[in-house]
């Protein structure tokens, strides 16, 4: 008979300033630590196992390195144990959780995605890099090419103080055309990302790493398989 390993608990909050001096640790993304337990022990009770313990990590945005993680992978790994987390989605494109985890072996599983894993993570980790690298270039590309312009980069626009309430609505209808055209090229950005994993993975599969990334769709909504596959026909990619 196959023991289904324990778990090992890990809990994100992040330190923001208060009003006045001091700081307070703050629910990581919009989830209270009651809120990743909850989570975490309806994961355990649904799969009849217990939780030897848990780890908090409280992060700041100017430190990179996550000690409690660190922490919580070495005692999962010793105790043959299971890592996990409440919520995915940001943290899979954390490159100290992605670096340490596939480094050490351990499993893993998400509550709100139980599908993930570790084989998830590694097409996560590699595709954020990537999506990192071309965004650099692309904005120093237009930063050089608005230079070439004259644009004086970071000037203030008088132009746009003062507005009456009729160029307002006008300037919110332009902004709304303007953020349907970058919908559509953002379709254009994925086709890379939708070619790499056509021959292995699914629709489904792939709607799936992309709300694990927190992606969605130009209508502002998770990806489903469908969503997908017209994207993919959008794009030219042929089916799986």
């Known amino acids: 008979m196959t023991t289904v390993p324990d778990l090992i608990a890990y809990y994100r909050l992040s330190r923001e300033k208060k009003r006045g001096n001091g700081h307070a640790a703050q629910p990581a993304w919009g989830w209270s630590l009651e809120s990743q337990q909850s989570a975490v022990e309806a994961l355990a009770r649904e799969r009849c ?36 987390v409440a919520k995915l989605d940001r943290l899979a494109r954390n490159v100290a959780f992605t670096s340490a985890l596939m480094d050490s072996g351990v499993d893993f599983v998400a509550c709100d995605n ?6 998830t993570i590694h097409i996560l980790a590699a595709v954020a890099e990537d999506e990192a690298r071309r965004i650099s270039e692309r904005t120093k590309a237009a930063l050089q090419a608005a230079k070439r312009r004259g ?28 953020v349907k055209q970058q919908a559509d090229e953002a379709y254009v950005d994925l086709r890379d990302f939708f070619a790499a ?18 992606e969605r769709t130009r209508y502002g909504k998770p990806w489903t398989d469908v969503a997908v596959l017209r994207a993919c026909r959008r794009l030219g990619i042929g089916s799986f």
């Open 49 to 84: 196992v217990g939780i030897l313990t848990s780890y908090q990590e409280i992060e700041t945005g100017k430190r990179a390195d996550r000690p409690e993680l660190a922490k919580a992978i070495a005692h999962a790994k010793r105790a043959r144990a299971t890592l996990v």
């Open 114 to 119: 139980p599908h993930a894993n570790r084989l």
């Open 151 to 178: 644009v004086k980069l970071g000037a203030a626009r008088p132009e746009c103080r003062n507005l009456t309430d009729k160029a307002r609505r006008k300037g919110t209808k332009a902004s709304a055309a303007v």
């Open 197 to 214: 994993l056509r021959p292995a993975f699914s629709y489904q599969q792939i709607a799936d790493i992309l709300n694990l990334r927190g």
